[in-house]
């Protein structure tokens, strides 16, 4: 029989970079009992993103925020929203850029990524903060 | 019980810029009757994106279009497809930096959007049209 | 009475370019006797997207080619993750900046897609692959 579950969670992020959240969410799939259905995750900010990544070499990580600060750079004189300082502006572009909401298919009571993909929290602002998501599951339960 | 519900809505736009849809995509959850569950959306076009962005300061929009119009300029000569004008192209591009659909939890009857979360419309062409989109919620009803 | 149906499929790609999986992903929706209810594809690569773009003029496809190759050059000296190859990195950021997941809402038995937009596995790695996704459709069956 199809159930819909939803739940939320936080996470404390380190200031600007990927946080891996895939062993989390993992657990949460595993405790909601879903076997085959439909994960979908959305963060509840507008300065952060959720990224499907590669998770094995952290240079890629690296390289991302690189990329992404030369694509919408810091301090840019081209916004005039700068109330939250030089960082405020180019955190949304970047979101604009990425994706807010992110949906996984479920199988065997499993996310269904593949070899090299991790679930990445994004945060884009260079404080830290506690970012908040929601979890909606909905499938076949065991 | 589980339902699923689908509707269009269309969407007049005034040529590109971001059209906020919040108040009405809310409005059609409330009259779903959908207590927990997720809500779809997905634009019909390939030259206008739905985004969740910050809904307090109009700045925030225009630095959206500054940025986005300089990292695709319109008129560009690298663009081969230029049958519908110098914006058509640029339009596809802008489309494809950002999202075409957006899935969003709904948790007591209503959308679970951050604080700072609308939802818009996002048209990339300049002049003004009528943009369709479909909705799709699944979930308990109330 | 609502659904939950999960599959998996493989599409061979010809190096970087846009491939069209309309037609495959539309047999699948037909074979599955869904006739309302949302599809959901998930990528399980991080260097390969999924996007929804115009499928009519094949200069689109070259020109988005063309301006993600100048947003994020091959061979950039500002990348450190080389291990295979100068687009290995650029994969992973035009994955960044597009989808690896796309929902579609479906109605009386098809996609409701507008009626410019195909679906297309965007390969972002120069070398040909055989790259797998998730199709996952929940809804109500006929």
Redesign the interface.
């Known amino acids: 029989m ?3 579950i ?1 739940a939320s969670m936080t996470f404390e992020t380190r200031g600007r970079g990927l946080l891996e959240v895939t062993g989390r969410v993992a657990d949460w799939v595993a405790e909601s009992g879903l076997s ?3 994960l ?1 995750l ?5 300065s952060a993103s959720l ?4 998770n094995a ?1 952290p ?2 990580r ?3 925020e ?3 600060a ?3 750079p810091d301090g ?1 004189p ?4 700068r ?1 939250e300082g030089a960082d405020d ?1 180019p955190a ?2 970047r ?13 065997a009571g499993r996310l ?6 991790g679930i990445y929290l994004w945060e884009h602002r260079m404080a830290a903060s506690a970012r ?1 998501h ?3 599951g ?3 339960r065991r």
Chains 1, 2, 3 share one sequence.
């Open positions: 199809l159930r819909q939803t085959s259905g439909l979908s959305f963060v509840r900010h507008t990224l499907i990544q590669e070499d240079d890629v690296g390289d991302l690189r990329s992404f030369r694509l919408v840019d081209l916004f005039r929203h109330d502006m949304h572009v979101a604009a850029l990425t994706a807010a909401q992110l949906s996984i298919p479920l199988t269904a990524l593949g070899t090299w993909q908040g929601s979890s909606s909905g499938g076949v």
